[in-house]
């Protein structure tokens, strides 16, 4: 069964207040988002192997330590998930960045893959798929069966909010996925939104309406 962890250090939660709101307007959010996509990628990467090392500091000789060259790829879904890639970036450098794009079937609502493009060695990388509002879960749980069957086996799932709904989901269908959150929320609404959520986070990101 996923581990589900709530990331509800001080900071993502101040930040995520802010988020919410709907005075914020799309560059304070987009700011917001990136900020809170970094703290978050602090706790998720808390796992990377280290190795030792052998440093001159310029009073002594010592053994340190450096993370181990582990390969990271991470994988925002489209659109929304893009928010939150410069922000991990940002800590995590040479990370390769895969993309998968989805839309929702409007007569059965299952989720149609219309783009997928991910690093060629997947089968070395840990992915991170990231997306930021897990509401049913049917997208996210879409975008991990397509990065497994293309070989990808240790993936983490990074969202801002999820609905308990959408955690659900992952755990029944992807048991070996742990789940990293900043929020867990109440529950959807009629339609399909996370309440309280903070609305269409591409939208908002975006600033389209
Ligand atoms: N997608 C969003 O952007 N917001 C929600 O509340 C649910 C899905």
């Known amino acids: 069964m996923s581990n589900v962890y709530v990331l509800d250090h001080p900071l ?6 802010y988020i919410r709101d709907e005075r914020t307007g799309t560059k304070e ?16 990467t808390r796992d990377l192997p280290l190795q030792e090392v052998t ?17 990271l790829g991470l994988v925002p879904i489209l659109r929304a998930g893009l928010g939150m890639v410069d ?15 989805l839309y929702r079937d409007p007569e059965t609502l299952t989720p149609i893959e219309y783009y997928v493009k991910l ?17 049913t879960g049917g997208s996210a749980s879409a975008a991990i069966t397509s990065i497994k069957n293309r070989g990808a086996k240790n ?6 909010v999820a609905a308990p709904e959408g955690v659900k989901v992952i755990q029944d ?9 900043a ?4 529950k959807l609404n009629d339609h399909g939104y996370i309440v309280p959520g903070l609305g269409d986070a591409g939208d908002r990101l975006f600033g389209t309406k």
Request: proline share 6%; with cysteine; hydrophobic share 50%.
């Open 12 to 17: 993502i939660q101040h930040k995520l207040t």
């Open 29 to 44: 959010f987009r700011e917001l988002v990136d900020e809170v996509a970094g703290l978050m990628a602090f706790e998720i």
């Open 55 to 71: 440093v001159k500091t310029p009073v002594a000789e010592a053994t340190m330590k450096t993370i181990a060259g582990k390969k």
């Open 87 to 101: 922000g991990i970036l940002k800590l995590i450098p040479a990370a390769k960045v895969g993309h998968v794009g």
């Open 119 to 135: 690093p060629s060695d997947v089968e070395e990388r840990d992915f991170i798929v990231i997306d930021p509002m897990l509401a």
């Open 155 to 160: 993936i983490k799932l990074m969202c801002l």
């Open 173 to 181: 269908e992807h048991p070996d996925v742990d789940i990293f959150l």
């Open 183 to 186: 929020a867990l929320d109440e």
